[in-house]
């Protein structure tokens, strides 16, 4: 059973444009949920997280939306650059990020020159 | 400030043998979270260690195993190797006792199994 889903395993913005990359979840007690970008050969960076108590929270050009009734959160790039491309992880915790990380598939974002 | 160290880079083993993978946490951090992540797929948690004990375990069988010591660093044991134990091992470090800290990632042990 999947409780984060990353529904696009692959997406392509032209440079200085928007990235939108969604991820979904089920589980209603996860409370603490976070982004990390992985390069190849490399672990898995932290970018930003968000508590259930807010619906946004933002950290220079990355900002992250949650929507608890859809069970539902985003990340907006904005703007976009070629430092970017590489894979995105939606990740999500209960007990507020004491509890074990559950990560979704991942989607590779490709910025385009 | 170092990071999240893990030891060694690579490793090849053949079915049936035992490995030990390495992992020194984040400077400050107390809680050490072991991963494994096969290709394409996101990480999966393995298990969890806060004061030298195991505090959380994913489902993984008996044969993965693990240990923390006083100084925060960690093993994770491998026994009776399967094919399908190939993988990437990430480990990861946390403050144990505060509330919305996210976990910092190592690079990752990458274990081929013939």
């Given at each position: 059973d999947q409780q984060v889903k990353q529904n696009s395993p692959s997406l392509s913005v032209q440079e200085g444009r928007i990235s939108i990359l969604n991820c979904d979840y089920?589980?209603?007690?996860?409370?603490y949920f976070l982004w990390y970008k992985k390069y190849p050969a490399e672990g898995p960076t932290f970018l930003i997280s968000i508590s259930s108590i807010k619906d946004k929270n933002e950290d220079g050009r990355f900002t992250v939306f949650l929507n608890k009734s859809a069970k539902h959160l985003s990340l907006h790039i904005v703007?976009?650059?070629?430092?970017?491309?590489a894979v995105y992880f939606c990740a999500a915790s209960e007990d507020f990020g004491n509890e074990k990380l559950t990560f979704g598939t991942g989607t590779r974002l490709t910025i385009i020159p | 400030d170092a990071g999240v160290t893990q030891s060694p880079t690579h490793l090849i083993k053949t079915r049936g043998q035992q490995v030990t993978l390495r992992c020194s946490p984040k400077s400050g951090h107390d809680t050490v979270s072991w991963y494994q992540q096969a290709l394409g797929q996101g990480p999966q948690f393995i298990f969890q260690y806060y004061e030298e004990e195991e505090r959380q375990r994913g489902?993984?069988?008996?044969?993965f195993s693990g240990h923390q010591f006083p100084n925060y660093s960690s093993e994770l044991n491998v026994n009776a190797?399967?094919?399908?134990?190939?993988a990437l091992y990430l480990c990861a470090s946390s403050f144990?006792?505060?509330?919305n800290q996210p976990q910092h990632f190592g690079d990752g042990t990458r274990l081929s199994i013939l």
């Open positions: 089920t589980n209603s007690m996860f409370d703007p976009s650059q070629p430092g970017d491309s | 489902n993984f069988p008996d044969r190797l399967l094919l399908g134990d190939s144990g006792q505060r509330l």
